[in-house]
């Protein structure tokens, strides 16, 4: 029971205080290496910084990622839980910015950052930028009958004036520089963690219909529902 309460503390938002206090520590790694870091190094770090300014765009101001989510991908009767429910969604971001983290630590100290890495990340913008769009279509169908005019949703400024800038660093960071096989099995390494380990697992160990940790409201989408 104890262990239950301090995961409901833990994942109303405490945790994201947390992270946005990781987004300070390594903007400030940035600022202060910024003449000594490569670019892919300062790339792979601006990742673990953006991801819970993220978070907070898709929790907090405006919040609702989860609805869209679980009713733009799901069509689920339990927006507010299922399958995305406020703890599985905390644990799929905090192992992805704990991710970066490290690897952004283990590079500054260790050196070079290998193209496999940078490739994986970037595929991972791309991802963000994939998803936030077709989710983005999706309410915008659904709901523009309400007044939805455009395809944002929450955690879209982010992604497009964010992760897809970064996307795009990363990118011409590489270019000439050459992909070899084991670069290849770090690139695939490197998203099969963020797809398996912060996505598929933790939300399939968790999701449940009934589940105590839901969203509070629906943030953006409030606004349209009758």
């Known amino acids: 029971?104890?262990?239950?309460?301090?995961?409901?503390?833990?994942?109303?938002?405490?945790?994201?205080?947390?992270?946005?206090?990781?987004?300070?520590?390594?903007?400030?790694?940035i600022l202060i290496n910024w003449q000594n870091w490569s670019t892919e190094l300062k790339f792979i770090a601006s990742i673990a910084a953006l991801?819970?300014?993220?978070?907070?765009?898709?929790?907090?101001?405006?919040?609702?990622?989860?609805?869209?989510?679980?009713?733009?991908?799901?069509?689920?009767?339990?927006?507010?839980?299922?399958?995305?429910?406020?703890?599985s969604d905390m644990f799929t971001n905090l192992i992805g910015t704990l991710f970066f983290l490290?690897?952004?630590?283990?590079?500054?100290?260790?050196?070079?950052?290998p193209?496999?890495?940078?490739?994986?990340s970037i595929i991972f913008c791309g991802?963000?930028?994939?998803?936030?769009?077709?989710?983005?279509i999706i309410m915008y169908l659904k709901f523009k009958n309400k007044g939805k005019s455009t395809i944002y949703g929450p955690g879209s400024?982010?992604?497009?004036?964010?992760?897809?800038?970064?996307?795009?660093?990363?990118?011409?960071s590489i270019q000439g520089k050459g992909m070899t096989g084991t670069d290849w099995l770090m690139c695939v390494g490197i998203l099969l963690f963020i797809l398996l380990g912060c996505i598929l697992i933790p939300e399939n160990v968790?999701?449940?219909?009934?589940?105590?940790?839901?969203?509070?409201?629906?943030?953006?989408?409030?606004?349209?529902?009758?």
């Open 102 to 113: 490290i690897l952004t630590i283990t590079f500054a100290i260790y050196g070079v950052v």
């Open 1 to 29: 029971m104890k262990e239950k309460k301090r995961l409901d503390w833990w994942s109303h938002r405490v945790w994201i205080k947390f992270s946005c206090g990781i987004t300070t520590v390594v903007m400030l790694m």
């Open 51 to 87: 991801i819970p300014i993220h978070v907070v765009e898709e929790w907090v101001f405006p919040g609702g990622f989860h609805y869209q989510y679980n009713v733009g991908l799901f069509h689920s009767e339990y927006p507010n839980c299922y399958p995305m429910c406020r703890l």
């Open 206 to 226: 968790i999701k449940k219909k009934d589940s105590p940790y839901k969203f509070e409201t629906a943030g953006y989408y409030e606004r349209f529902l009758d």
């Open 157 to 172: 400024i982010t992604t497009y004036f964010g992760f897809v800038p970064l996307g795009v660093i990363g990118w011409y």
């Open 115 to 120: 193209n496999g890495v940078v490739m994986g």
């Open 127 to 136: 991802m963000e930028m994939f998803v936030h769009t077709v989710i983005g």
